[in-house]
């Protein structure tokens, strides 16, 4: 026998759910033997993953058993200090009773005092739904700090998103350019696709500062300076205008491209799509009702007319002697001194790179053409026999999104692969239900604070998609409404929210004061916060004078969390969630669904093992909380419990009665015969047990492609009550809603204005056609002081904060450094390996350097969320996390001065620090002013060697948390047999 | 005397397994393992040479066979030749239990075997030598004169290994360990922090002048300083020959780590940052 | 004879790690764990692997290239560890060339890691016994597993299929064909250890454009006028000449 005998004679069991190591939703089947966890690995019957599982999928054991594990409800002890971690043991009764008062109190009278954040969650739907039915207002998730740039600068440009909603068809494409991406959520999926591509011989270009992961792969590498990619999409686009290397085709057909606007400098329409009149209804879509110039007959007609074929360039006079242009020769006009030059100076790419890229983009678009035999029919009647396809595939992420140029950056991507005609089409982008959606979605959150009323629930949703200046939801005098400030005249389409702000804000009580804060998966005292030290000091702050001395200015905290984190510390009440292997689980349709590119695909996770301890299901939490509090969706008309529990409310819950749309779209009706509507069916948690916990359907083929325009999939979809509408989604290459802003802005229109001090940024900022401006953290950084940008990246082994307490992941990242590429470390005198600090305006950090070629010289960068506080996450005080590992949070600040609200005069750097904390002065978020997007990788640093008699442990620390009662204790050896200890 | 030093070394052996009772599986493998074959001629030796110390010890000299020259052969002698053949066997396989890895260029050389067994030589005459200053001087002269010439074999051999050692190319590079044969390669991460069995084993972790340290300090105290007392105590000064063999043996034991310490292990390619 | 063997290609590989966990969590609670891990929550933890990525930087900026590189036994035909190994408890099975440490048999002496050119084998500090990769010998036999089964677990998780398996000894065989067309290589053919894992370079994807393909005559800007055209007031050769 080779190796021991195999293992005792035991009951071995599979079981298939869906993975939650990390947010991506890989199909997973877990081997149990006597009912403990012996293997995990990837479901070959999924779409997601095939089979393939990751690093983290893989250590799901170890999460499962983990000591870090929350295991008791706990309430912080009279008296403690919060971020002390002194608890007591509570029942869940006490829990539950605590909340339903104190909630019930703040409904009864003020519901925006309750506000619930949520972090990495898969479940916005339940979540979003409870806060809306309490009457809050303050409800987000993490979308605002997380990526919303992308979403919205794609969404608002071409009607859907790289993120969930859509990505890079690598299938077909010949040429695939990816930018600031690192790891991303499709993670397993990007990879299985990546290595296909190269092995089928694609051509794969990265740009960014830094080369890991994915780029290590990459044909080309292009190392670009931080916050620059605008002025390179700009200037990449400059080439393909001036080449003629777009498909005009495509854009005349399927985009704005043609539409003329008024260029009347006097006409109140100014910036405005000239509009002719034909009857429509007042809609979120957009009614075709614009103009081309054609160029058969040398006259303005309807678009799309048949027969007409427009000028995309040139100016034009309209009867009533308008000046007009197409909305291509504004672009041709504003890219026009975007030269290859002018970016290489910005980027550090040469202009030869930057033009040969291009060349590369349009040539390949252009030549290799795909033509597959799908006949369809588009939104305009025109049969065609074949869809086409120009394989150029892009894939961005945080790197360009989590700047605050990041908006305008991205919309300027989506531009460029809409002029190189790859949306959804075969080797571009392609659409995942529910997308596409109307530019922009229909969603809205009330414009009104009279929305908010004690005891009703909020009329309307609590994030949406503005379309105008009137969408804001905003107090008669323009004043927020929300306590991030969302929707507000400072971030007018932050339609994620801006949780990253809500503590501070809070805090400050600016707007105003809350009563309960309510965090549900989101470690906001360390690694999702900016500013951590501040923050945590926020946390614990009490008002020192009026009628609440000696309160907390925060005053009542809840954290739902699984584990030991540094949030939990804070928290007044702590609610032990289960793991991803112990609960249902919905992603469902109505949030973020794991679709394909060919069509919708929803998923849920099962219990595979008993919950331990007294841990319970958050979805349980609002469950219990919604019947107790008597919201609507909750109670019968008589107050009474209408939902069993959480698997009972996903199988019954519709969306209004009789609605036949609920959190599953699988296996609907009666006896599961329906899919997407249909009427409860009492068995489809088994069906959906039996089909691998996933459903999925899939579209005709003549539905899977150019979906914005395309009839047959738009009255499919609209059928399916997927949209309201099936009207085309024309791509916005000139934005008339950013114009509508910028029209207020100028004080031009009907619709409300912006308050004077923020007309300038408004205006600034809301520019219908993209373009490029420094970051706003950089306008007001010297330079010469601090030359370094800072960012970091995901390592692929390891979830934000949440796997510090693996035992096998923390092995391959248990502390982090500051990669510095090593000329630029020598110029500093530091060698690798060195303890070195480094500075921001904000704060300073010292940590160890690390010496790389494969970073941009003007770049520093570090793995992200590595760095714990000491005693966190059940880890001994003496972890490396916390004695070596740091996080970049620290130098990194949640807010900018005033300055940048408007009047753009620069600030002294001692003004900027004491606008932040408080003491003077109006602060504005650091965000992108469009979307409110934390601009986590603008911040700017230096470097300097630590003296030599400094301790070699990072700095800053934190008082060591010690674990609560409940808990298990560590082990010192562990050596895991995944067989019940008897 | 030899036998407590045996059995000494056998149970320190002993211990450094990690599962020390199934060491008599050790002796399985003599067809191809070097450790096997030492495992196997150690205790031989050591039965050897207990034989030997009990005819001694029992006075047991019958006369089994005469030579052709008349000499008489005793079991004692035959026992003595045994002992002696094994003693060499002994340090060839232990010696060679090293110098059989090819890719461990500073071990793999006649000299490793050459000088184990002259620094063995040297060493069991230096303590043979203080141990007849005590219980036989009339062999003090012999054995001291044969411990100082072994030594100082020992020296040319050792330095010629050091001397070697120095100019050794190591076969094996960063391109060859991975396969690719650009000049500059760096490794930037074993995949792991805190460390590995492949990081602990064949990492001694110690500054270079440190080893420079160990190296000069057993160059004086392997040979000069033996030697100089060896010559001192050559005419029975026990205290001196006892110094000599003390001295030697802790210089020995620095030599033993040197010896480990300068083995540029073709593993340690993969292993350069535990990061 | 066959000759099993994994064909690792850093054309694709990522470095994510993925076949490093997936193949402790699969061997920690088979026949060859558990897999200790030291101070699993305290400073420098530590424990047993049978399989890391490291990596490695070549290059200078900005000519860099990051190479992740995946390390496991490589099951040399003519293993050096085995030789040495006093107790005969490491050894290459004749049937599949695995090369295996029966642990019933080691006394824990260290010596084939000594051996071993490429630093693959590990003593488990808990049970004192070497330790190494088993090429998942208890999958990939195991007829009770689907034959979609019966492959090393960092094989199935691998996301990029950088990891391919198959006997080396097969011409017909995937990675046979493999290193033949793709360049496959061994480590350290220096000591002639013929080790069975091969590994395939990383290849580069290149576009040649030519100038003229930038002009062409579809080009768009011909349609869309960027070369104005004269009103139709201006004179032309319509006003002077009759024919
Ligand atoms: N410097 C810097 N900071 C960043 C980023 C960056 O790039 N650089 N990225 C930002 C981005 S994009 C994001 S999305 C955030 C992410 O930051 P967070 O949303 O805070 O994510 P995690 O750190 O994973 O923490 C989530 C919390 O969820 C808990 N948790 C894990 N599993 C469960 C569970 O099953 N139930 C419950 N209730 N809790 C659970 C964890 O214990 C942890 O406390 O970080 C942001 N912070
Ligand atoms: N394994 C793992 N997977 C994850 C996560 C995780 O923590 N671990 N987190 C998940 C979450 S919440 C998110 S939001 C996604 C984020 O997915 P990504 O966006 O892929 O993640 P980031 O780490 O933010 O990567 C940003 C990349 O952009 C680069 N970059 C920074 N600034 C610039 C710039 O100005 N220009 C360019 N071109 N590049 C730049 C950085 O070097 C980095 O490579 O990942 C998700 N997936
Ligand atoms: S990518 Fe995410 S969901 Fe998929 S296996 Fe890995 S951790 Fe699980
Ligand atoms: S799983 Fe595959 S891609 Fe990931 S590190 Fe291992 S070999 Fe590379
Ligand atoms: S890689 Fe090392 S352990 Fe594996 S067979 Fe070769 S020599 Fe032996
Ligand atoms: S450690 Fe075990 S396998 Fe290795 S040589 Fe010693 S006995 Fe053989
Ligand atoms: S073949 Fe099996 S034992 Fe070897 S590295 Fe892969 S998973 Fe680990
Ligand atoms: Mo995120």
Known sequence: MPVASPSPPSVQEVKTTTCYMCACRCGIRVHLRDGVVRYIDGNPDHPLNKGVICAKGSSGIMKQYSPARLLKPLKRKAGAERGAGDFEEITWDEAFATLAERLGRIRASDPKKFALFTGRDQMQALTGMFARQFGTPNYAAHGGFCSVNMAAGMIYTIGGSFWEFGGPDLDRAKLFVMIGTAEDHHSNPLKIALAKFKRDGGRFISINPVRTGYSAIADEWLPIRPGTDGALVLAIIHEIIATGLYDRDFLVKYSNAGQLVNVSETSAECGFFVRTEV???????????????????????????????????????????????????????????????????????????????????????????????IAWTDSWGNEHDTVTGNPVAFHAMRGLAAHSNGFQTIRALAILMSLLGTIDRPGGFRHKAPFPRPIPPCAR???????????????????????????????????????????????????????????????????????????????????????????????????????????????????????????????????????????????????????????????????????????????????????????????????????????????????????????????????????????????????????????????????????????????????????????????????????????????????????????????????????????????????????????????????????????WLRQIHTHNYLHVNTRTALQQGIADGDWIWVESQWGKVRCMARHSEAVEPGTVWTWNAIGKAAGAWNLTPDANESQKGFLLNHLISEELPSSLAGDACRETESQARRARTGERGRTVSNSDPITGQAAWYDVRVRISKAEAGEPQQTSPQFEVLEPYPGMKTRSSILAYLGIKQR | MALALLVAGLAASFFHLGHPERAWRSAAMWRTSWLSREVIVLPAFMGVVFLYGATHWLDWHP???????????????????????????????????????????????????????????????????????????????????????????????????????????????????????????VQKTQGFMGGSFNTREFFHGQPVLVVRGVKWFFMLAVFPLPLLLLLAGIHGGSIALGAAFVVQYLGLLAERWFFFAQANHPQNLYYQAIA | ??????????????????????????????????????????????????NRVQTFEVGEFPNTETVHFPKSCLHCEDPPCVPVCPTGASYKRPEDGIVLVDYDKCIGCKYCSWACPYGARELDEQQRVMKKCTLCVDRIHDMSMSPDDRLPACVKACPTSARLFGDIHD?????????????????????????????????????????????????????????????????????????
């Not at chain 1, 000028?311 to 890219?335: I, S």
């Not at chain 1, 026009?336 to 100076?345: F, G, L, N």
């Not at chain 1, 910005?346 to 033509?371: C, F, N, P, W, Y």
């Open chain 3, 171 to 243: 011409p017909a065989s995937a990675v046979s064909l493999a290193i033949r067309e793709s360049g496959g290589y061994p480590l350290m053919p220096e000591w002639g250890t013929h080790p069975a894992n091969h590994y395939l370079p990383r290849r580069k994807t290149r576009i040649k454009i030519h100038a003229d393909e930038l002009e062409r005559a579809d080009n768009p800007l011909k349609v869309d006028g960027l070369l104005p055209r004269p009103a139709r007031s201006e004179p032309t050769l319509d006003d002077v000449t009759t024919w």
């Open chain 2, 63 to 185: 006369v089994l066979v005469t030579l052709p020259g008349g000499l008489p052969v005793d079991p004692s002698v035959i026992l003595g030749v045994a002992g002696t053949l094994l003693a060499f066997a002994l340090f060839l396989c232990t010696a060679m239990i090293y110098a059989c890895l090819k890719f461990l260029g500073e071990w793999h050389s006649p000299l490793t075997v050459i000088n184990y067994i002259l620094l063995g030589g040297a060493s069991g005459f230096t303590l043979a030598a203080a141990f007849a200053a005590v219980t036989a001087p009339e062999l003090v002269s012999f054995l001291a004169g044969w411990a100082a010439i072994i030594t100082l074999l020992g020296l040319f051999s050792r330095s010629a290994s050091l001397v070697r050692n120095a100019r050794l190319k190591p076969k094996s590079t960063l391109q060859t360990a991975i396969g690719i044969s650009n000049r500059r390669i």
């Open chain 1, 279 to 373: 009857p429509t209804e007042e809609a979120c879509y957009e009614p075709q009702d614009k103009l081309w110039w054609d160029r058969t007959t040398e006259h303005a007609v309807l678009t799309h007319k048949p027969g007409a074929d427009p000028y995309l360039l040139g100016e034009f006079r309209l009867q009533d002697g308008t000046p007009v242009k197409p909305a291509f020769q504004l672009l041709h006009e504003r890219v026009k001194d975007y030269t290859p030059e002018w970016a290489s100076q910005l980027t550090g790419i040469s202009a030869a790179s930057i033009r040969r890229l291009a060349h590369e983009m349009g040539v390949t678009a252009r030549d290799q053409k795909i033509e597959l035999p």
């Open chain 1, 445 to 807: 959150t009330p414009n009104d604070p009279r929305a908010v009323q004690p005891n009703r629930p909020l009329d309307g949703m609590a994030l949406g998609w503005p379309s105008d200046p009137d969408d804001l939801f905003v107090n008669d005098d323009g004043s927020p409404v929300r306590i991030d400030k969302a929707f507000s005249w400072e971030y007018p389409l932050s339609v994620h929210g801006l949780m990253h702000n809500a503590i501070t804000n809070a805090w400050r009580g600016d707007p105003y004061r809350i009563d309960t804060l309510l965090i549900f998966m989101a470690n906001m005292s360390w690694n999702s916060t900016m500013n951590t030290g501040e923050v945590r000091r926020m946390l614990n702050d009490k008002d020192t004078e009026g009628p609440t001395a000696g309160e907390f200015k925060i005053p009542f905290l809840v954290v739902c969390d699984a584990f030991h984190s540094e949030m939990t510390a804070y928290a007044d009440l702590i609610l032990p969630d289960t793991t991803y292997l112990e609960r249902h689980d919905v992603m469902s349709m109505l949030d973020r669904p794991i679709s394909e590119f060919d069509g919708p695909v929803d998923a849920v996770r099962i219990p595979v093992v008993p919950v331990s301890g007294d841990c319970k299901p958050f979805q349980e939490v609002l469950i219990e909380l919604g019947t107790r509090l008597k919201l609507p969706a909750f109670v019968t008309k008589e107050g009474a419990r209408k939902f069993r529990d959480y698997p009972d409310f996903i199988v019954n819950y519709e969306t209004e009665p009789g609605s036949g749309i609920g959190f599953l779209a699988g296996w609907r009706g009666r006896g599961g015969e329906k899919f997407l509507r249909g009427e409860p069916n009492p068995n489809q948690w088994e069906m959906y047990a039996r089909n691998n916990c996933v459903f999925h359907y899939e579209l005709p083929k003549s539905y899977q492609y150019m979906r914005n325009w395309n009839k047959g999939y738009l009255e499919w979809s609209q059928r399916n009550r997927i949209t309201r509408y099936a009207e085309p989604i024309l791509i916005h290459l000139y934005s008339e809603v950013l114009q509508r802003f910028r029209s207020a802005a100028q004080g031009k229109g009907l619709s409300r204005k912006p308050p004077q001090h923020l007309r300038k940024r408004i205006d600034t900022y809301f520019d219908p056609l993209p373009f490029y401006y420094e970051s706003l953290e950089s306008q007001i950084t010297d330079k010469h002081k601090y030359p370094l940008a800072a960012v970091t990246q995901r390592p692929m082994a390891m979830y934000h904060s949440w796997d510090s307490q693996n035992a």
């Open chain 3, 1 to 50: 004879m066959t000759q099993l063997a994994l064909v690792i290609d850093l054309n694709v590989c990522v470095g994510c790690h993925a076949c490093v966990t997936s193949c402790k969590e699969w061997n920690t609670s088979g026949s060859a764990g558990p897999m200790v891990d030291q101070n699993p929550y305290g400073a420098d933890p530590t424990g047993t692997f049978f």
